[in-house]
């Protein structure tokens, strides 16, 4: 599986920004994915995951109200729409995608159950 990621860029504090990650190969295999961000001098963390076939969505405090993490199977994409966006989510962002049957969930705010990983695009947010 490859994954793809776009959509970052600079906005400023209170805007949007809408990420995208397209995944190819065997996206059959594809039991969750979710999006990761790492911001300068920190280490990398959760940010929200989505289970591919039931669609239940999973989001780390910070964001919860402002983004919405969605799934369109038939394009095998996910998408990340960030609202109200603050300097504190200035980071790079990181799509991943865990295997199915895989017990991801009970670890899906780790890196560890994610064994596809795209290549990071970079959200900046001016405040």
């Known amino acids: 599986v490859q994954l793809q990621a776009s959509g970052g860029g600079l906005v400023q504090a209170g805007g949007s920004l809408r990420l995208s990650c397209a995944a190819s190969?065997?996206?059959?295999?594809?039991?969750?994915a979710g999006w990761f961000r790492q911001a300068p001098r920190k280490e990398r963390e959760f940010v929200a995951a989505?289970?591919?076939?039931?669609?239940?969505?999973y989001y780390t405090d910070s964001v919860k109200g402002r983004f919405t993490i969605s799934r369109d199977n038939a394009k095998s994409t996910v998408i990340l729409q960030m609202n109200s966006l603050e300097h504190e989510d200035t980071a790079v962002y990181y799509c991943?995608?865990?295997?199915?049957?895989?017990?991801?969930?009970?670890?899906?705010?780790?890196?560890?159950?994610?064994?596809?990983w795209g290549q990071g695009t970079l959200v900046t947010v001016s405040s």
């Open positions: 989505i289970s591919w076939s039931t669609g239940t969505t």
């Open positions: 190969g065997d996206t059959l295999s594809i039991g969750a």
């Open positions: 991943a995608a865990a295997k199915r049957g895989t017990n991801w969930y009970k670890d899906r705010e780790r890196a560890r159950p994610y064994a596809y």
